[in-house]
């Protein structure tokens, strides 16, 4: 019996059907597309016009511009259009809606949440704490996708969210991003495509390119082998491939922040972007970016991965190098320990483990750091986001998974100066599924993928059984005399 009891605050956050986002809706036969834009051309201006006019009253009200990702879905299937004539901007945003669709972002599901402080603490009262929750939402065909909340902690403990919109909006993908030369060539070493083709792309560009570049670097390459060996072609494949899943976001800053999603865009998350664990990082000079490893999901592989940004306005998404880069569950620790980064990984799907690196990109040479011990763990473990700091050593929230497929959440605590030392470890859960959070898409589970310390008190959203999310806390004098005792 579980004798540490957390306070469970009385607030759900529900999955919602009608925040909607447009999505292209485009079939992948060329006649297909082709038949359906002779449909819309055979319409007369005046049909075309009411054809509009009728979208626009059906659906305005439900999205704040509909007419860009319109234009946008046009833009696509443009080349499919077999005349010459020049078509007005109401039949093309009409051959645009016919092309599109709307896409119910968490009618599925909204959970596995992490929580970190908001970069802009202005205005709120002496002992509270703004927060900003990432939670991963899932809608049709479980693809999963990054939503936010904001919200406050009061100086009592009481926690309130800021009012949701039910618009959603995705952000501008910057069409020029830029790259770190020596982290491009890390993964594509790391790839196997260590040679001349490489090579002749690479050298020439500077430590920091741009797309642009790039595509300039490897369009002479193209042109200059036209009768090109699988190998090379495999390369420029790979070299575009990489340049894909690095990209970077921007968001208007008109938008609240729970109107604010990351839905996938690379073919790498093209199935989802899955439990994402936000942390504030704090490097040795001050600087604070905020960073999430995720699992991007392409229908038959994961691949780890890193978001970073410091407004949440702006996001790079990057790739992660090295041979411990597998697996799910990376999350960073918030600053560096003595000199180097750190991160909690499971690679073996059963334990967990601890690296350490001089490049927050490039991970290698994971330790084993716990084993399944008790019985509600005993067929895996894993971690619930990244480890807390406190001055009787970092706190890491684990979860156990056991009979049943019951997942439930824990405690250890680790060394402050030595994070491969266990000192501590919670015998029972810390939080078990009850009553009604058993109930949902994958039963008896509760999973977090992030907590933070607040004044005296540590504040754990959680989600409840792949479903819907809610927040509990706890004393941190509570927990910490828990674990320095090896009980609960």
């Known amino acids: 019996m579980n004798s540490l009891r957390m306070r469970r ?51 305005d009200a439900r999205h704040y511009d509909i007419e860009e990702p319109l234009m946008d879905h046009y833009h696509r299937v443009q080349e499919h259009i077999f005349t010459q004539r020049p078509l007005s901007r109401e039949r093309q945003l009409l051959i645009g809606a016919l092309f599109s669709g709307e896409y119910a972002l968490e009618s599925a599901a909204l959970f596995n949440p992490s929580i970190v402080p908001h970069p802009d603490q202005n205005g709120v009262e002496v002992g509270g704490l703004r927060f900003i929750m990432s939670l991963r939402a899932t809608g049709e065909g479980h693809i999963s996708s990054i939503e936010f909340r904001d919200g406050l902690i009061s100086p009592q403990g009481d926690i309130s969210f800021a009012g949701v919109s039910r618009y959603v909006t995705v952000p501008q993908v910057v069409t020029n991003p830029t790259y770190r ?32 570049d790039l595509a300039t670097s490897v369009a002479r390459i193209q042109c200059e082998t036209q009768s090109s060996s699988h190998d090379c072609q495999s390369t420029l494949e790979c070299i575009q491939w990489l340049a894909d899943s690095n990209y970077e976001l921007q968001f208007s800053p008109k938008l609240a922040l729970s ?43 994961i691949l780890p991965q890193l978001i970073e940004t410091q407004d949440f306005l702006h996001f790079r998404i990057l790739t992660l190098n090295g041979n411990a880069v597998q697996n799910k569950g990376m999350a960073l620790f918030p600053r560096r320990i003595n000199g180097r980064y750190a991160m909690l990984s499971r690679q073996d799907d059963e334990n967990l483990f601890i690296m350490f690196s001089d490049n927050s990109h490039y991970w290698n040479d994971p330790q ?29 929230i684990t979860h156990g998974v056991g009979a049943m497929r019951k997942y439930c959440i824990g405690a250890a605590l680790l060394d402050l100066h030595d994070p491969t030392r266990v000192i501590g470890r919670l015998s029972a859960p ?18 977090s993928c992030g907590s933070l310390i607040h004044g005296k008190q540590l504040f754990l959203p959680y989600a409840m059984s792949d479903k819907a999310s809610a927040i509990a806390s706890i004393p941190v004098e509570t927990i910490l005399a828990a674990l320095l005792a090896g009980q609960n």
């Open 9 to 59: 605050h009385e607030i759900t956050l529900l999955p919602e059907s009608a925040r909607v986002i447009i999505r292209p809706f485009i079939s992948s036969d060329a006649q297909r597309i082709a038949t359906v834009i002779g449909r819309a051309l055979a319409l007369t201006e005046e049909e075309v016009i009411q054809e509009l006019q009728a979208v626009h009253e059906e659906f």
């Open 181 to 212: 030369k020596d982290r491009f060539l890390i993964k594509l070493n790391e790839m196997g495509f260590n040679n001349e083709s490489a090579t002749a792309v690479m050298n020439p560009l500077g430590e920091q390119f741009s797309r642009t």
């Open 259 to 301: 109107e604010r999603i990351i839905f996938p865009v690379s073919k790498n998350e093209s199935n989802g972007i899955e439990d994402a664990r936000f942390v504030r990082f704090t490097e040795d000079d001050g600087t604070v970016t905020y960073c999430a490893t995720y699992t991007a999901y392409n229908g038959r592989a």
């Open 368 to 396: 084993m750091l716990l084993r399944p011990a008790a019985a509600w763990e005993s067929v895996k473990i894993g971690n619930c986001g990244s480890p807390i700091e406190t001055e009787a050593g970092w706190l890491v």
């Open 430 to 447: 810390l939080l078990s599924p009850e009553g009604h959070e058993r109930e949902g898409y994958v039963p008896n589970v509760v999973y």
